[in-house]
């Protein structure tokens, strides 16, 4: 049976007309299966390491399609980069992209039973673009996004009849983050479970983390994405220390920033960072003399543990 390329949930009488503006878009078309009518999914959650949709119905089938395209009647959560809520961004102020795309959900497109011919044809240049480009992710960009709702609030009513700026007209190729997955570098250094801890509470959350290590400060600096239920009521209660443990590994302190206009959070540190490190060479040097150069003297090996 042909993989399932783009799976439709949630679209009602809408989504049988989506369905066929899709199926025939790019150079070889794309296998649409349309579950909107048919008993609701009870979790959609992508998945980064395949670039698919994970997509779980009550009779316990589960849909691994490339693109998920999720109407208004949609009632399972759906989680996208690092296990965001999309319920919780869109009571965000940002509005999505064109009414379709939004930052932090990769392969993921919205419709509205109102505006749904219009939104099928943006999803369809929007799989064009990947099929054009052999991409397995798209994203739009969240300046893109922003800029899009920056014109959106400033258009004032009278003036709907002029020509709308091309963030408005359509998808913008510059809009979006297009990549393969086969030939994407893994940025993320750990990506899992953790526990986030305060002297009160510990709360279990997944995370996306890397880091540098920063010569201005002869430090490492760790950063990256965390994802679970309580971090806002945890932020709220104040400046307590919070520490990061991973797995196997150490209690390491943290810092949880604030939350970023789609309800999404980051957290970072300073120092060894909670997850494992490969040794690397740290050289220390002074100047040559006479030569304007330097020359090594020194070895260690930082570890990060």
């Given at each position: 049976?042909?993989?399932?390329?783009?799976?439709?949930?949630?679209?009602?009488?809408?989504?049988?007309g989506?369905?066929?503006?899709?199926?025939?878009s790019?150079?070889?078309?794309?296998?649409?299966?349309?579950?909107?009518?048919?008993?609701?999914?009870v979790?959609?959650?992508?998945?980064?390491?395949?670039?698919?949709?994970?997509?779980?119905?009550?009779?316990?089938?589960?849909?691994?399609?490339?693109?998920?395209?999720?109407g208004?009647?949609?009632t399972?959560?759906?989680?996208g980069?690092?296990g965001?809520?999309?319920?919780d961004?869109l009571?965000g102020?940002?509005?999505?992209?064109?009414?379709?795309?939004?930052?932090?959900f990769p392969?993921?497109?919205?419709?509205?039973?109102?505006?749904?011919a219009?939104?099928?044809?943006?999803?369809?240049?929007?799989?064009?673009?990947?099929?054009?480009?052999?991409?397995?992710r798209?994203?739009?960009?969240a300046?893109?996004?922003?800029?899009?709702?920056?014109?959106?609030?400033?258009?004032?009513?009278?003036?709907?009849?002029?020509?709308r700026p091309?963030?408005?007209?359509?998808?913008?190729?510059?809009?979006?983050?297009?990549s393969?997955i086969?030939?994407?570098?893994?940025?993320?250094a750990?990506?899992?479970?953790?526990?986030?801890?305060?002297?009160?509470?510990?709360?279990?959350v997944?995370?996306?983390?890397?880091?540098?290590f920063?010569?201005?400060d002869?430090n490492y600096?760790?950063?990256?994405r965390?994802?679970?239920?309580?971090l806002?009521?945890?932020?709220?209660?104040?400046?307590?220390a919070?520490?990061?443990?991973?797995?196997?590994?150490?209690?390491?302190?943290?810092?949880?920033?604030?939350?970023?206009?789609w309800?999404?959070?980051?957290?970072?540190?300073?120092?060894?960072?909670?997850?494992?490190?490969e040794?690397?060479e740290?050289?220390?040097v002074?100047?040559?003399?006479?030569?304007?150069?330097?020359?090594?003297?020194?070895?260690?090996t930082?570890s990060?543990?």
């Amino acid at each position: 049976m042909p993989e399932t390329g783009v799976l439709i949930v949630g679209a009602g009488s809408a989504g049988r007309g989506i369905a066929r503006t899709l199926e025939d878009s790019g150079r070889h078309g794309h296998v649409v299966l349309d579950l909107s009518g048919l008993p609701e999914p009870v979790s959609c959650d992508f998945d980064e390491a395949t670039d698919r949709w994970r997509v779980r119905t009550e009779s316990g089938e589960v849909h691994r399609p490339r693109i998920l395209v999720a109407g208004p009647g949609t009632t399972a959560p759906i989680a996208g980069r690092g296990g965001a809520s999309l319920e919780d961004a869109l009571r965000g102020e940002q509005a999505a992209y064109l009414g379709i795309a939004h930052t932090g959900f990769p392969n993921l497109f919205l419709v509205t039973g109102t505006h749904a011919a219009d939104e099928g044809g943006h999803i369809r240049t929007c799989l064009t673009m990947m099929t054009a480009e052999e991409a397995t992710r798209i994203e739009v960009r969240a300046g893109a996004q922003r800029e899009f709702n920056r014109i959106l609030h400033r258009t004032p009513a009278r003036s709907l009849w002029r020509p709308r700026p091309a963030a408005a007209r359509g998808p913008q190729r510059s809009a979006f983050e297009l990549s393969n997955i086969d030939e994407r570098e893994e940025d993320d250094a750990y990506a899992g479970s953790a526990a986030l801890t305060t002297d009160e509470v510990t709360l279990s959350v997944q995370v996306h983390l890397s880091g540098h290590f920063e010569p201005l400060d002869g430090n490492y600096h760790w950063y990256g994405r965390i994802a679970g239920d309580g971090l806002t009521e945890l932020k709220q209660r104040g400046r307590s220390a919070m520490h990061l443990t991973i797995p196997g590994g150490p209690e390491t302190a943290a810092t949880l920033d604030e939350q970023d206009p789609w309800g999404n959070y980051r957290i970072t540190g300073v120092g060894a960072p909670p997850f494992p490190l490969e040794p690397v060479e740290v050289v220390e040097v002074r100047p040559q003399q006479g030569a304007g150069g330097t020359l090594c003297s020194k070895r260690n090996t930082f570890s990060g543990s």
